[in-house]
């Protein structure tokens, strides 16, 4: 055991050699009071060409089309102020030139300190929206769905405090190709390159609850469907850790991989880490 060992670290360092790669040059700083922090997307999608239907049928991105034709009539008409029936007839009239969008399973954000040194090998926080894997048939190790819960900045959001933020599940994080973008969005107003599909929870009530210090969100539901959006991925500003609200007695089949689909009402989770216990509060 102790040979092979020794094997593999005189590889490693051949490799590294190889690479031109000295292993002691990370010197990660110490953590300190600073919040801030960069978010990062890989460089290549984690997947280039996905069929709608399949965002519709293994990501629950159901108004996918929907969505992202709202979105589309919106920034076509930023200097105009659309009524809810206004959006949903400039939003018919779209048409969509793709059949598939390019979707990456994970956003991440860096470490950055107070005098703005980033730090890429420290990952402080990350959420992820990647479906499930089917198993073989020889070994248990079918992989479930994950879709994460976020904190959205509506843009008016500031560094602490709830103002402005809302809680979504993230469903999607997709690109559209540059050339359907030009023919889709005016040349003053072209998407980011990232955008995000979100289902989306109530807004945040005035006060948390006096007991726990803790907000109490639900499902947002509107004539019975679950209300999404597209937005900008740059407006996602963390993940948030949520607690369902059980009752007298905890469902039976309730399980961390589906308890955010079968329970509709959460506590958001301030005491997660010193981030949310500044920043929800």
């Known amino acids: 055991w102790l040979e092979r060992k020794e094997k593999i670290v005189r590889h490693d360092?051949?490799?590294?050699?190889?690479?031109?790669?000295?292993?002691f040059t990370h010197h990660p700083h110490p953590p300190d009071l600073s919040f801030r922090r960069t978010q990062t997307l890989t460089k290549h999608p984690s997947a280039k060409a996905v069929p709608i239907q399949r965002l519709i049928s293994d990501?629950?991105?159901?108004?996918f089309r929907e969505a992202l034709a709202r979105y589309i009539a919106q920034q076509n008409h930023l200097n105009e102020t659309l009524s809810c029936r206004r959006l949903e007839d400039l939003a018919a009239n779209v048409v969509l030139p793709f059949r598939s969008v390019a979707v990456h399973h994970?956003?991440?954000?860096?470490?950055?300190?107070?005098?703005?040194?980033?730090?890429?090998?420290?990952?402080?926080?990350?959420?992820h929206a990647k479906p499930?894997?089917?198993?073989?048939?020889?070994?248990?190790?079918?992989?479930?769905a994950r879709f994460d819960t976020a904190l959205v900045n509506d843009g008016t959001g500031d560094s602490v405090g709830v103002k402005g933020y809302r809680v979504g599940q993230i469903r999607t994080i997709f690109s559209i190709q540059q050339r359907d973008a030009l023919s889709l969005f005016p040349p003053t107003s072209q998407p980011p390159k990232h955008l995000a599909y979100i289902e989306w929870f109530t807004p945040f009530s005035s006060t948390p609850?006096?007991?726990?210090?803790?907000?109490?969100?639900?499902?947002?539901?509107?004539?019975?469907?679950?209300?999404?959006?597209?937005i900008p991925v740059s407006n996602i500003a963390r993940s948030v850790h949520l607690i369902p609200k059980f009752g007298p007695v905890a469902p039976r089949h309730w399980?961390?991989?589906?308890?955010?689909?079968?329970?509709?009402?959460?506590f958001v989770n301030c005491y997660i880490d010193r981030h949310s216990f500044v920043a929800l509060r």
């Open 106 to 127: 994970k956003i991440k954000w860096v470490s950055v300190d107070a005098q703005g040194h980033r730090d890429p090998c420290v990952t402080v926080d990350s959420v």
């Open 132 to 144: 499930g894997r089917a198993g073989s048939s020889q070994r248990d190790d079918a992989v479930p």
């Open 209 to 230: 609850d006096s007991r726990h210090g803790m907000y109490k969100i639900s499902r947002f539901i509107r004539s019975g469907e679950r209300v999404a959006s597209i």
């Open 59 to 63: 990501y629950g991105a159901i108004y």
């Open 13 to 23: 360092k051949f490799i590294r050699w190889q690479l031109n790669i000295n292993p």
């Open 255 to 266: 399980t961390s991989n589906t308890v955010l689909e079968e329970c509709d009402t959460f």
